[in-house]
Structures are given as C-alpha cells and as structure tokens.
C-alpha cells in the first residue's frame, strides 16, 4: 500500500533559523512527488514537482530535494510569513490518477 | 482569473439530508479530482474525471456520487449525510494527469461541511 508520512508535525522557528522538513514515502513506481503549501481556511498550493532521486527545485527561501525514500524541504532563513502547512504529495504508478497525500507539517516563524 | 471556485463554503446538515457541493474551473482543465480533509490525516481522494462524461472513483467513494456534464463543472453529491462526512472538502483540477507530464493540482478554497 502506497503510504506517505511526514515529520515532524509541527515545527516552531525563530525568524532566520533555518531547518528541514521531511516527507518519506512508500510507493509502487512513483511518478512524481508535489510539495504544497496550505494556510488556514485555504485549499493548496502548489511549490514543487519533483520526478527522480537526486532532483532538486528551488522557490526563495524554500528547497526541495528528493532521493529514493524521502524528499526534504528546506526552509533558509524563514519569515513569518513563512507560516504555513507544508503537504507531501506524491503519484505513484499504480493506477489512475491516485496522489497519495501526506498529513503536513504544521511550521510557526516567530518575528 | 478564478481558477477553481468552489460553493457554498461553510454547510450545516443534518443526517439523512441531501446536498450537492458545486466545483467550476475556468482554466480548461481535463481533469477534476474531489478529496475530503480531516484532521491530522491527508487528502483523500473520493472520485476524479479525466473529462467530461468520464468519471472514476478514487479512495473513499462510498456515500459520494459525481457527474461531469461539462468541462468546467464538476459537483459532488451526498445523498444520505451522516455524521462521518463531516469534513473539509476540497475540488481540484489539472490540465494533464498521470503519464503526461504530472501536472500539479490547482485546489479551490474548500467547503467546511458539518453533520449533526
């Protein structure tokens, strides 16, 4: 079964402190894996497509890579606007048109 | 531009009440996806259509019904509400799905639906 999860739940960062969030996942043929951002009472939107192991994509502040079992998403010197759900997302070969979501990760930037 | 409008955005049943929740894109999309969000867990898919007249079912289809008579609306139907619907529902479209290219998922803003 296809499955994604990330780590960590929620994350709280001061203005400038950099980190990483992660997304590890378990598919048959993965097509490709999406990144998201998601603020409150608000569908997501799009950030990143990643398709192969070693790929990488980069959108400001935010990086994203990818290897065979997980891809992270860095975050460089955050704001607090920065503030938001980051979603995983990833397609898998199986069948139809199945994205597989992950349950976010919940990021505070403090000023 | 809109992008995908999704109405009404908050909703009260009550069980056994029916509803349909309304899904219109305006980007020429093919394909229209229907996920419902709870807390804590990932969107899940509950039907897609790769065009109009062609709809399939995703994860979670029971007590869901879907029609796509043209390219821009996509609605989703509950026939009987029961409580375990409660949920954020989310529409989505892209140009393209799986094998060509993956492209991304254009999502509206959601409908906050409640059982009681």
């Known amino acids: 079964e296809d499955q994604v999860t990330q780590s960590p739940e929620a994350l709280r960062l001061q203005e400038g402190e950099s980190s990483s969030l992660n997304c590890s996942y378990t598919?048959?043929?993965?097509?490709?894996l999406f990144w998201y951002r998601q603020d409150p009472g608000k569908g997501p939107e799009f950030l990143f497509t990643l398709y192969s192991a070693g790929e990488e994509k980069e959108k400001e502040r935010l990086k994203a890579t990818l290897t065979k079992k997980e891809s992270f998403l860095h975050i460089t010197a955050p704001k607090p606007e920065d503030s938001a759900t980051y979603l995983c997302a990833v397609q898998a070969g199986n069948y139809g048109q199945n994205f597989v979501f992950g349950p976010g990760t919940r990021l505070s930037v403090l000023p | 531009n809109a992008g995908v409008t999704q109405t009404p955005k908050f909703r009260i049943l009550k069980i056994g009440q029916s509803m349909t929740l309304q899904c219109t894109q305006d980007m020429n999309h093919n394909y229209m996806y229907w996920y419902r969000q709870d807390p804590g867990m990932g969107l899940k898919l509950i039907y897609y259509s790769v065009g109009a007249g062609i709809t399939d079912k995703g994860e979670v289809p029971n007590g869901y019904n879907v029609s796509r008579s043209t390219t821009e609306d996509f609605p989703l139907r509950l026939e009987l509400a029961a409580p375990s619907q409660t949920s954020v529902y989310f529409c989505?479209?892209?140009?393209?799905?799986?094998?060509?290219?993956?492209?991304?998922?254009?999502f509206g803003d959601g409908t906050r639906l409640s059982i009681l």
């Open positions: 989505a479209s892209s140009y393209r799905g799986a094998g060509a290219g993956n492209q991304p998922q254009h």
């Open positions: 598919v048959s043929g993965l097509r490709g």
